[in-house]
């Protein structure tokens, strides 16, 4: 980073002469240079693509921002109350991941580890953000650890740092490692693995939230291994209506999956915001790689990765495949 000032240099002349008794006019003063603006630093990159560009954090709206700050200085005062709070940690790793401060996160994570080592929520979350900043194989190792901790355990509802509209969690401690999990083998190409963890995950479902979200994953995952007769049976439970809370994306593009969406309808390149396109590109942009148009697949990838919404799943996903294609 480079800070650029500038420096007025004010000169005054003093010329004293004495000549046929008289004094000459004193000169003019010398002009200031006005200081230039200060440019604001270049934010730092808080990961790298796949093929190594620096990923810096997007730029919130102010109010946004602001309440995100908020909400970050008070888990981190809550946290100074109670140190030893395992669940004051976890909420401060969350509020800085929701600022995009994913390095920030990962060290909390991290910390959390050293002092509640046999705490599973610690490795899902710093999991999750490994996923974010493309540690795939950190994700992995943290998210087997994390089932080695929960065999045998109960399941516990997990509280959204981002509630849904209706303020009903709708997914739980062990449904997000096994969803994380089998995501991380899904970008690693390990699709064997994979698939294994979707159907774990599919165990602790519970709500069709939760369904939707396994069967879109499990279906793309069994169509890059060719199971087209497994990846048709996934879709004998997905009906047009469902109590879906949260999942709308995935819902439809189970829809189009079964026929009775179009991709087009699902996804409008032209006029959609970055999120839109980063989470419902990927399905779209996989649907056509899988059923063999790989031209629109790389059109609607390429559309994926000129938006900036990087942390998102689909966008990381998108990123993974197109890195693979010519």
């Known amino acids: 980073m480079r800070r650029v000032s500038a420096v007025a240099v004010v000169m005054s002349v003093s010329v004293g002469l004495v000549a046929c008794g008289s004094n000459p006019p004193a000169p003019a003063p010398a002009e200031t240079a006005a200081p230039a603006a200060a440019l604001a630093p270049a934010p730092e990159p808080e990961a790298r693509s796949v093929t190594g560009r620096p990923l810096v954090p997007m730029e919130l709206p102010a109010a946004d921002r602001a309440k995100l700050e908020a909400n970050l200085k008070a888990a981190e005062e809550e946290l100074a109350k109670n140190p030893d709070s395992a669940d004051a940690l976890i909420w401060v790793g969350r509020r800085q991941g929701y600022l995009w401060q994913y390095r920030n996160a990962i060290a909390t994570f991290g910390k959390g580890i050293e002092k509640f080592p046999e705490d599973?929520?610690?490795?899902?979350?710093?999991?999750?953000?490994?996923?974010?900043?493309?540690?795939f194989d950190g994700a992995i190792a943290d998210f087997e650890k994390a089932v080695t901790l929960i065999k045998g355990k109960k399941d516990e509802i997990e509280p959204d740092g981002a509630p849904n509209a209706a303020g009903v969690p709708r997914s739980t401690l062990q449904f997000n490692i096994?969803?994380?999990?089998?995501?991380?083998?899904?970008?690693?190409?390990?699709y064997e693995n994979?698939?294994?963890?979707?159907?774990?995950?599919?165990?602790?479902?519970?709500?069709?939230?939760?369904?939707?979200?396994?069967?879109?994953?499990?279906?793309?995952?069994?169509m890059r291994l060719g199971d087209k007769a497994a990846a048709a049976k996934v879709l004998t439970r997905i009906m047009p209506k469902m109590d879906i809370l949260e999942n709308g994306s995935y819902h439809k593009r189970l829809l189009m999956y079964k026929g009775l969406e179009k991709p087009e309808a699902l996804l409008d390149t032209a006029n959609a915001d970055d999120l839109t396109i980063a989470t419902q590109g990927y399905g779209v942009g996989n649907y056509y790689f899988v059923t063999g148009d790989t031209a629109k697949a790389k059109e609607i990838f390429d559309r994926v990765l000129a938006g900036k919404q990087w942390a998102a799943f689909g966008y990381i996903a998108a990123e993974v495949d197109r890195a693979k294609m010519p």
């Open 178 to 190: 096994w969803y994380h999990l089998a995501l991380g083998y899904y970008l690693k190409g390990d």
């Open 120 to 135: 599973a929520r610690f490795y899902r979350h710093r999991g999750h953000r490994y996923i974010t900043v493309r540690n």
């Open 194 to 222: 994979a698939k294994r963890s979707w159907l774990e995950c599919m165990k602790v479902s519970d709500n069709d939230d939760s369904v939707t979200a396994v069967s879109d994953w499990l279906w793309m995952t069994y």
